[in-house]
């Protein structure tokens, strides 16, 4: 075990850096759907060694965000109706999970905390950061199970979210257009706060179904 104490522990790899630095851009819509990751080009931009994107490519093909192709490499992926619906349906069981557990104070407050974060970014009106800070309230509510493996499936959940709801420009979708939005982000919150379970519980439910509702009937139109 003595060689151990030689080797030097580096806790995020630069083919880590790239992998968050691509997802950022792809977060920020700067890389659009079907735009091919040219790995030479990358390479270049970020002075780093082709091998390097190859392997932040891979990592990043973990999240969804890109697809490949044959004979074109990995491209940003193209959202769907489908994929975002289902996405949606693994929130379901997460989250109504989530708050049939007992509250304690400190996760009552970051509750609190976040739905503040929400509503102030609604009175603002940025898409992305109203996209952000409610799915930031969710991810506060999952943290009722005290896992940090739980808490990092759903960070991963929330990548993806933002990426399709920014990607498919249906982040007002349920937002500044529809008050009752935050209406129901407040009754959860209220229902986790007075220690009812059960009615947290049906509220996200309810909450879910009905943004899945709004979701489908948006994108109908626009389809049509």
């Known amino acids: 075990m003595q060689g151990l104490t030689k080797m030097s522990v580096q806790r995020v790899s630069t083919a880590e850096h790239v992998r968050d630095h691509i997802t950022t851009l792809i977060l920020a819509?700067?890389?659009?759907?079907?735009?091919?990751?040219?790995?030479?080009?990358?390479?270049?931009?970020?002075?780093?060694?082709?091998?390097?994107?190859?392997?932040?490519?891979?990592?990043?093909?973990?999240?969804?965000?890109?697809?490949?192709?044959?004979h074109h490499g990995a491209i940003v992926a193209e959202p769907t109706k489908d994929a975002l619906i289902n996405l949606y349906d693994a929130r379901r069981g997460l989250e109504v999970g989530a708050v049939s557990l007992p509250a304690d104070a400190e996760n009552i407050a970051g509750i609190k905390s976040a739905l503040d974060d929400l509503e102030r970014a609604a009175t603002e009106g940025d898409d992305r950061e109203i996209v952000a800070k409610d799915l930031a309230f969710h991810a506060a509510t999952v943290r009722n199970f005290r896992s940090e493996r739980i808490d990092a499936f759903y960070a991963q959940i929330a990548v993806e979210l933002?990426?399709?709801?920014?990607?498919?420009?249906?982040?007002?979708?349920?937002?500044?257009?529809?008050?009752?939005?935050?209406?129901?982000?407040r009754r959860i919150y209220e229902a986790i706060a007075?220690?009812?379970?059960?009615?947290?519980?049906?509220?996200?439910?309810?909450?879910?179904?009905?943004?899945?509702?709004?979701?489908?009937?948006?994108?109908d139109a626009a389809e049509a």
Request: without cysteine; proline residues 2%; glycine residues 6%.
């Open 29 to 70: 819509g700067e890389l659009k759907p079907g735009t091919p990751l040219r790995e030479n080009a990358i390479a270049t931009a970020l002075s780093v060694s082709r091998n390097t994107v190859r392997e932040a490519v891979l990592l990043l093909g973990q999240s969804r965000l890109i697809r490949h192709e044959m």
């Open 162 to 185: 933002s990426f399709f709801l920014n990607a498919l420009a249906a982040s007002r979708l349920d937002y500044a257009e529809d008050e009752s939005f935050l209406d129901e982000h």
């Open 194 to 219: 007075a220690g009812d379970r059960a009615g947290a519980a049906r509220f996200v439910q309810d909450h879910i179904n009905e943004t899945i509702r709004r979701l489908r009937a948006r994108l």
